[in-house]
């Protein structure tokens, strides 16, 4: 079959397009699903470049989101037949491994799943849609309800919020009545947020965001009426040099959601402003399957749109990723084989 491999660690040149990669075979309780769509994350990004504590079985075929329809079946699997829809949770959550790491994942014309990680991809939705929800989507749901209980009439900042995770959560957030402060690095991207509906946009390239929440929600204190000021959440999944910053700007009792570090995951820190304003920092680790389930049924409903900014061919994987990486995007990026 073709696929973008990598056979070892480094920058994008070691995503290499491959036309005679050998086909997966079904074991027991396998199938074999002929791939439609693969959505990429930033996770990739770091698979490639190769994670500390991480070992990841070499040649490696990436692509945590996998959607297509079931082209053979092994032995042992019920309930399935040949042609059906299926979206696959990127977590084997009986053995144990991650697609596109640990196991081959979608970035390929066929790739091999385990029949108790399919799930069914309702009519209506289409493969690429369907392929942008688990590791992107799926998290953001987690972050936005499971765990933050993001609530009508609060206060939420987004930062990224242009990315797959940013744009979910966007939503999800006006979805209960949220005000949201979308956060993104060029203009364009901040009117695309405008569109979508945020609140308001900040140009953190342009403008320090902390600075813009003191001007326009008050600078945090624990005295008199200036306690109600400030951000009630902070959704930030970057690190880097925004963490104290987004600690800065939350009110008293506040929340700083985090589910990643894409620019930097050992940020300076300062506790000071976690017990003199009672803050509450809560992570995300991904998502249930009862999580994907829920995204489908609400893309069907139209209660949640699914931005993809392209969709590449396999063959240019390479650029489908690099474009996740120099934050070129804006939404998903879907590679279909």
């Not at 699903?33 to 996770?43: E, F, I, M, P, R």
């Not at 008293?252 to 803050?279: K, M, N, Y």
């Amino acid at each position: 079959m073709k696929a973008a491999v990598v056979r070892e660690h480094g920058g994008p040149d070691r995503l290499v397009f491959e036309k005679d990669f050998p086909d997966p075979k079904p074991g027991e309780g396998d199938v074999i699903v002929a791939v439609k769509a693969s959505s990429l994350n930033y996770h990739d990004v770091f698979t490639r470049r190769g994670m500390p504590g991480i070992k990841v079985p070499m040649p490696a075929i990436m692509g945590l989101d996998v959607a297509g329809e079931i082209a053979e079946i092994g032995p042992g699997v019920e309930g399935w037949k040949k042609g059906d829809r299926v979206l696959v949770d990127p977590i084997n959550r009986v053995e144990g491994g991650l697609m596109g790491e640990t196991v081959h994942g979608g970035l390929g014309e066929l790739c091999r799943a385990r029949a108790h990680q399919l799930i069914k991809i309702p009519e209506g939705v289409g493969f690429a849609d369907a392929a942008a929800l688990p590791v992107a989507y799926g998290t953001a749901l987690r972050m936005m309800r499971t765990n933050g209980h993001v609530a009508k009439g609060e206060t939420v900042l987004i930062l990224g919020a242009s990315g797959g995770v940013g744009v979910c959560c966007l939503q999800l957030a006006k979805g209960v009545g949220a005000h949201v402060i979308a956060c993104a690095g060029t203009d364009a991207k901040a009117q695309r947020l405008a569109e979508l509906g945020a609140d308001r946009t900040i140009n953190y390239v342009t403008h320090d965001f902390q600075q813009e929440v003191y001007k326009h929600y008050g600078k945090p204190t624990r005295r008199g009426a200036g306690a109600t000021q400030g951000i009630d959440v902070v959704v930030n999944y970057t690190g880097g040099d925004t963490w104290v910053k987004s600690l800065k700007v939350l009110k008293v009792g506040g929340r700083l959601l985090t589910c990643g570090a894409t620019a930097g995951f050992s940020p300076q820190e300062d506790i000071r402003f976690i017990w003199t304003f009672e803050l509450k920092i809560l992570g995300s680790n991904g998502w249930m399957r009862q999580d994907i389930i829920t995204l489908l049924d609400m893309v069907q409903k139209g209660e949640l749109k699914v931005l993809i900014d392209k969709v590449y061919p396999l063959e240019q994987a390479r650029e489908a990723l690099r474009v996740i990486e120099d934050r070129e995007v804006f939404g998903k990026i879907v590679v279909a084989p």
